[in-house]
């Protein structure tokens, strides 16, 4: 077992308003942010989280909600001078904060890049004021145009779209639409998911109209080619980017690398490889208790059982569209393949779900179809 790369995710839980479809922990905002509190809690859960790593240099940093850009590039610029002074970060940290197009936030994103973020993910969702209002979204197509504009002129290493596809009563045309205008503002990654009704949301209560699965799959093959011939490449499976332009802190997770994560109800994964285990950790879930002196900021924390690490370890590896190699199954869990996940795995292979070269497996464009099908096939 070896001790994987690592990244830091900070956790901010306001919105301006809670998302119809949105499971995330995340609180509308009811009052002025409570910003500079909330920073002092976020760099002291840091600093006991750093007794866990040692030395070990975080490579990327995620600060996501919620709606992370309703902080001001001052608090922003605190929070990272806090985790330079608490943690080893690389001088060459992919530092990424999320942020939604409304017109004052976007306005903030030379100010963000000036207190060292140097790559920001934008939540367009849609360019269709229908679909936007739909989703419950508070901006509208300008200003989703505009916060692109925004991103190319703040000196950023790159910026990311989220688009979103399956909307309510969204057509083939309606999708493709959305796709396209994205392109068309020339983003260095895009992601482009499928919205899925999760439990806890207004969503699930009250289940808008979906498009039919044959009106999906036409959405997910036509866009797909949309994005191949403009040039994006899939590297995982709601991830596009041009050449060079992957998401490191997402490839980490899906790597199965570590993570610290700092905030309200954040989680963590983090590797022991001199005693030869895995930690997961969750932090405590409302801002109330985790701003509350009187209580950890740990809620709970576990080591990962033996029998459940093959599932984790494919879980998150087999999303991404790189092969992957078998040697990193016991440098990243510290186990040997055993009969039966072997004989799981050769079953895969045969129902044409995943390929295996020698050396490496790597999953098929059917499997990509049926992940579901392939994870639940390997345990």
Known sequence: MVNPPLSLYIHIPWCVQKCPYCDFNSHGQKDVLPEKTYISHLLDDLAMDAKLIGDREVSTIFIGGGTPSLFSANSIATILQGVRQRVNLSHHAEITLEA??????????????????????????????????????????????????????????????????????????DALFDLKQGISQHPPHLSWYQLTIEPNTQFHSKPPVLPEDDTLWDIQEQGHQILHDAGYFQYEISGYSLPGQQCQHNLNYWRFGDYLGIGCGSHGKITDAQKGTITRLVKVKHPRGYMDLAKPYIDKSWQVESDELPFEFFMNRLRLVEPCP??????????????????????????????????????????????????????
Not at 107 to 133: D, H, T, Y
Not at 357 to 363: A, I, L, M, Y
């Open 100 to 173: 939604n197009p409304g017109t004052v936030e976007s306005e903030k994103f030379l100010g963000f890049s000036q207190a060292g973020i140097n790559r920001i993910s934008i939540g367009v969702q849609s360019f269709q004021p229908q679909k936007l209002s739909a989703l419950g979204r508070i901006h509208d197509d300008k200003q989703a145009l505009n916060a692109a504009g925004y991103a190319r002129k703040a000196g950023l290493s790159s910026f990311n779209l989220d688009l979103m596809h399956g909307l309510p009563d969204q057509s083939l045309d």
């Open 326 to 379: 078998k040697t990193d199954y016991a440098k990243l869990t510290g186990l040997a393949l055993d009969d039966k996940t072997m004989k799981n795995i050769e079953k895969a292979v045969d129902k044409g779900l995943l390929m295996d070269n020698g050396s490496h497996w790597q999953v098929s464009q059917l499997g990509r179809r049926y992940l579901n099908t392939l994870l639940e096939s390997l345990v």
